[in-house]
């Protein structure tokens, strides 16, 4: 099948029918070749409604779920934007054609090169990729939108608070089986609020804190 046909069929098929109605967001799921961004060995499952294994034991997120993510953040032109977990490249590009200039930290070098090299099949997208883990402790910067694409079994706030006010944290939280998806805005210096979107499970971030076990 044509990939542009089927990348269209991907965007109406799935990713509308989970409620993703942004004509934005859509729009840029639209524009960017997902097929450039999977492996060789899964080009032919890039549409797929299930997440794709991209090595070093990581895999890409099912395309709806992607969709949630940029509608919660509503990212806007002038936004500064923020990914956590890179991965493939491309949530970073399409979230870079909705905000401004997005800056994307990957922790395993491997991963990071081949989104570079990915990233050239979008040549709008404007993403810096970092090699890095995000929870080493450093600052993180300040933003208006973050995504975190590894779940926190842990709820860890050192995102919200690079969050500028006004700004979207999509992040996903607790343990599995059942985890919680929640957009958490900053709306002060020293005041966020937090709200739960829908359930799903992924795989943690990697070196984010376990949930504490219980002991009978």
Request: charged share 25%; net charge negative; proline share 6%.
């Amino acid at each position: 099948m044509d990939n542009l046909i089927a990348r269209r069929q991907m965007v109406e098929q799935q990713i509308r029918t989970w409620e993703v109605l942004d004509a934005r967001v859509l729009d840029a799921l639209a524009a960017v070749p997902r097929e450039a961004f999977v492996p060789a060995a899964y080009r032919e499952t890039a549409f797929a409604d299930a997440p794709i294994p991209i090595g070093c034991g990581q895999v890409m997120l099912a395309p709806n779920l992607q969709g949630r993510i940029l509608q919660a953040l509503a990212p806007e032109a002038r936004d500064r934007a923020l990914e956590v977990g890179t991965g493939t490249g491309y949530l970073s590009a399409v979230l870079s054609l909705l905000a401004g200039p997005t800056r994307s930290f990957e922790i395993h070098p491997q991963l990071a090169r081949a989104a570079a090299a990915n990233l050239a099949a979008v040549p709008r997208a404007r993403v810096e990729i970092e090699t890095r883990d995000a929870l080493d402790g450093a600052a993180l910067g300040e933003y208006d939108v973050i995504a975190v694409t590894g779940s926190l079994p842990v709820y860890d706030d050192r995102f919200e608070r690079a969050l500028a006010v006004g700004g979207r944290l999509f992040a996903v939280v607790g343990p599995a089986p059942v985890m919680e998806a929640v957009l958490v805005r900053r709306v002060g210096e020293n005041e966020w609020l937090r709200e739960s979107l829908f359930e799903t499970r992924i795989d943690a971030l990697i070196n984010a804190a376990a949930a504490p076990r219980f002991v009978f």
